[in-house]
């Protein structure tokens, strides 16, 4: 071709060219004659391939919700191959994000078209931008900042973009916290019904058995009142708990009578303190004076049927100033429990008790406890609860000598009638330690389990990892699928209502339909090499696109 030719015989040349080429091409591509070819039409110049996607990122998606519906608040799945949760909806949601970028994609693709369509011309350096966009994020941001026209391109970036967080958000849906299930062995807790003196197994008569005594001693003793920590249980998971359950108790309350302590005094000072046929102190010197007197009235009503006394304590070395009296009973109950074993730790609550001051040492019966129902609420219990007189008299007999003596100390030493007397005289608290005392022969009556239906059975707790479901985190994958589905039926609408062939991202478009761009001949010879000179240029060209009657679909230098 010489180039001589001026620009009306170049055109006509490039139309021979077409027209010498397109035949062949054409023969190529029309009429279909099999349904694979029909098949193949609709997926290259319709939408079917980004239904299909559709459909997989929807049914990728639904296949997700399943799962975790069925799994979640259940214990961990123990599936086979190696398979677990994380790894299924992992796969499942990478399906469901291709899909779904496949349709976006195509969509940002077509509107690039629709771009063209408007009514005015457009850069050609936008292909390059739609082009960038329908490849990932970063096109898709760039896109975003260059178009401030109200497009629906914008939509399909601003999801292209979103995309990115897909992953970090179905990462967050499921996680494993611990929690507690009921394991297959049952707690227990010793409880009782009966209290009889036994030695290996063995009634005793009137005496007090062995095990009583260290419990009455460790109960007085023990400097940290932490009887309540001794409650004989079974639980092998350091984490168990108990329905509310019954039991035959010890009982007690403490008074302070110091206001009726009578003073005798001289000029010199107080010689003597002492409670009304009671106990005394004389002299001067740390003192304790301990022994059966029934003082206070709150404790009159009550039958001590362990033992009752008063006792005299001063510390002052030289008057009586700090004097504390104090008036204790002790008697047998039924008492109703709530109880627990947190991380190795028991806890127990007496939530009420019940005792039957009808009940005495005198007569030759057994001491009966028949509470209401409406007090102690123990359906497991059948029965009344008893403690056998000859066991009740000799814990009696017992305590009374034990909380009999006195003691004290001076410049010279101490001494103390018992080692009962020196531990109430060194407490700081005397109504504490007896509650101690109290809780100490309450788990040695209930140690010995003489219960029709043994120990009261618990729970016994174990942890178990399980698959717990964050909905929250699900919506925004859910939503963006949502969005992708309606940018492309807009993107299918617009293409209808303006008559625009579906090209989508297929760039021989501009071959075919490019031919009446005169971009050589725009540039006056500037060189046009690189991707930066072509862009640049690219810039100051505007075309449309637009249905020429003869021609067809073509893009037209403005």
């Known amino acids: 071709m010489s180039p001589a030719l001026d620009h009306d015989s170049q055109g006509d040349v490039r139309e021979d060219y077409a027209d010498s080429r397109t035949p062949l091409l054409d023969a190529a591509g029309l009429q279909p004659s099999s349904i694979s070819q029909k098949i193949g039409d609709l997926l290259q110049n319709w939408w079917l391939w980004e239904i299909l996607a559709s459909f997989v990122s929807l049914l990728s998606i639904l296949s997700i919700v399943v799962i975790l519906i069925v799994h979640d608040s259940s214990s961990l799945p123990d599936w086979p191959f190696f398979f677990n949760i994380n790894s299924v909806i992992s796969f499942f949601a990478t399906i469901a ?29 936008d292909l390059q931008l739609f082009d960038d966009a329908s490849r990932g994020p970063w096109g898709a941001a760039s896109l975003l900042f260059s178009l401030r026209a109200r497009q629906l391109a914008l939509l399909g970036a601003v999801i292209t973009v979103l995309t990115v967080l897909f992953d970090p958000f179905i990462q967050q849906v499921v996680v494993y916290p611990d929690r507690l299930v009921p394991a297959e062995v049952n707690a227990t807790i010793a409880r009782a019904q009966t209290y009889e003196a036994r030695n290996d197994g063995v ?30 249980h079974t639980c092998s998971s350091g984490n168990c708990t108990w329905p509310t359950f019954s039991s035959l108790a010890v009982c007690t309350k403490c008074a302070n009578i110091t206001s009726y302590l009578e003073r005798s005094c001289n000029q010199t000072g107080c010689y003597k303190i002492s409670l009304p046929n009671g106990p005394t102190l004389s002299g001067i010197g740390g003192q304790i004076n301990s022994s059966l007197t029934k003082i206070s009235p709150s404790l009159k009503e009550i039958y001590a049927s362990v033992v009752q006394f008063t006792s005299i304590i001063s510390k ?7 004097t504390l009296a104090t008036e204790c009973a002790l008697w047998y109950c039924v008492q109703n ?80 009638s018992s080692d009962v007397m020196q531990a109430l005289y060194n407490t700081d608290n005397v109504t504490l330690r007896i509650e101690n005392l109290a809780i100490s022969m309450t788990n040695n009556i209930r140690e010995q389990n003489n219960s029709v239906l043994g120990p009261a059975k618990g729970t016994t ?31 299918v609408i617009e293409t209808s209502y303006s008559q625009v062939m579906v090209w989508k991202s297929n ?50 230098q403005r």
């Open 97 to 125: 994000k291709l899909s779904l970028a496949s349709i976006v994609g195509a969509a940002i693709s077509q509107t690039k078209w629709l771009w063209y369509r408007q009514e005015k011309p457009r850069p050609l350096q």
């Open 203 to 232: 009634p005793l008569p009137s005496v007090v058995d062995l095990s009583m005594k260290a419990a009455i001693y460790n109960g007085i003793f023990d400097i940290q009142d932490k009887a309540g920590l001794g409650i004989n």
């Open 316 to 322: 002052g070395a030289d008057d009586f100033d700090d």
């Open 337 to 416: 429990y709530s109880a627990s074993v947190d991380e190795g730790k028991p806890y127990q609550t007496v939530l009420s008790s019940w005792r039957n001051d009808s009940a005495r040492l005198s007569g030759s019966s057994d001491l009966h406890y028949d509470p209401p129902d409406s007090i102690i609420n123990d359906p497991d219990i059948s029965g009344t609860f008893k403690v056998a007189v000859s066991a009740a008299r000799a814990v009696n007999s017992f305590m009374s000598e034990t909380f009999t003596g006195s003691g004290g100390t001076n410049d010279s030493g101490c001494a103390f």
């Open 461 to 491: 707790w174990k942890t178990e990892t399980f698959v717990h479901v964050r909905w929250r985190w699900f919506i925004f994958p859910s939503a963006l699928l949502v969005l992708s589905l309606f940018f492309l039926l807009g993107t």
């Open 507 to 556: 760039n021989l478009a501009l071959l075919f339909h490019g031919r009446e761009l005169q971009l050589q001949g725009a540039l006056h010879g500037i060189p046009v090499n690189s991707l930066s000179q072509m862009n640049e240029h690219a810039k100051g060209i505007m075309v449309d696109l637009v249905h020429i009657y003869s021609k067809g679909w073509k893009f037209v």
